[in-house]
């Protein structure tokens, strides 16, 4: 588990990823007397259960009765396309299924009659891919494509990701932490939150979609990214927030927040209103083996590389196999 120099945890939810519904901040207050965190709207309607995390990350528990049905929406439709495009290499190697029960990754066919052009990655959470078989996940590449490199016991995989717009995770980040962040915290950091509400809003001050990207493009946009190998070492889905208590330290950003994702962590500085340019990362420390280098949300990542262990088995019958794939649609 990862520790930060002069930081203790603030606020720490386990295993978002079970089914257990939790209130964020453990309030049953009435629908009629809740406000929202983000807008401030006195007439929000809270009809809808908002996700403090977003789904589409695998949350299954956490929920808040802060958010208001319209800024949980504008929220979704702003960020949530993506932040699942960036994610979706996380989540198919660590087995993250969010509101669907399948993930899958594919190049667009440029003839009709073959359903992807060069690659597919396809994993199903309950039933297996192909009929009469065992087998939940399956790549298949165009040789030499590159996307699977097999050595003897190890196997090279590099994801492919769909367009995305990289300071957008940066906010749909912000955003989780904003929604864990205990109340007596807000009037702290009311111009931050401010401003991403006003980013997702459709009755913004912002008039245009590129005025919007170039405030989010100033923003932070930087954090701490650690991969932790193994069988799912960080134990479910987790979300921190660690809080500075050095305070002889002021070169570093009072609150961090970090997602952890079964084998990977993403830390990021939360800014408070009083300390703009201050997003410098403390020191760090980890118990059990990582590997970690720094988050960029300026810069596109088409691909995410990433090295597994395997073993390589031998398929008698070649073409059974692919009389299989195409009955199932697999290939065509
Ligand atoms: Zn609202």
């Avoid at 949530?80 to 990754?105: V, W």
């Avoid at 399956?138 to 003897?152: F, S």
């Avoid at 919007?212 to 070492?233: D, H, T, V, Y």
Wanted: glycine residues 4%; positive net charge; proline residues 4%.
């Amino acid at each position: 588990m990862i520790k930060f120099d002069g930081y203790t945890r603030l606020v720490t939810f386990k295993n978002i990823d079970n089914q257990s519904i939790i209130e964020v901040h453990g309030q049953n207050i009435p629908k009629k007397n809740r406000s929202c965190i983000f807008c401030g709207n006195e007439n929000a309607k809270f009809t809808k259960v908002a996700h403090a995390v977003s789904e589409t990350i695998g949350n299954k528990s956490l929920i808040s009765h802060f958010e208001c049905d319209e800024c949980n929406q504008q929220f979704g439709k702003m960020f949530e396309d993506d932040l699942g495009k960036y994610m979706l290499p996380y989540k198919i190697i660590t087995k993250t299924f969010g509101k669907s029960n399948q993930l899958s990754s594919k190049d667009m066919p440029k003839e009709d009659g073959i359903s992807y052009r060069t690659y597919r990655i396809q994993m199903n959470k309950n039933k297996p891919v192909m009929e009469n078989s065992k087998v939940k996940a399956l790549i298949i590449e165009k040789k030499n494509t590159g996307i699977i490199k097999l050595d003897k016991n190890k196997i090279d995989i590099s994801i492919p990701r769909q367009h995305y717009f990289p300071p957008s995770i940066y906010c749909s980040f912000l955003k989780m932490a904003y929604s864990i962040m205990p109340l007596d915290l807000y009037p702290q950091y009311v111009n931050h939150i401010a401003v991403l509400q006003q980013l997702s809003s459709e009755n913004s001050i912002y008039k245009s979609i590129e005025e919007k990207r170039e405030i989010m493009s100033s923003m932070e946009n930087c954090g701490l990214f650690c991969f932790f190998p193994g069988q799912n070492p960080l134990n479910g889905i987790n979300v921190i927030l660690w809080k500075n208590i050095d305070l002889n330290e002021r070169e570093y950003p009072h609150i961090l927040f970090t997602l952890e994702m079964k084998n990977f962590a993403f830390t990021i500085p939360v800014i408070r209103d009083d300390e703009n340019g201050i997003y410098k990362m403390p020191k760090f420390s980890s118990n059990i083996e990582m590997q970690y280098g720094t988050l960029d949300f300026k810069n596109e990542e088409k691909v995410f590389k990433c090295e597994m262990s395997g073993e390589i088995i031998d398929i008698m019958d070649y073409k059974l196999l692919e009389s299989e794939l195409r009955k199932n649609n697999l290939l065509k």
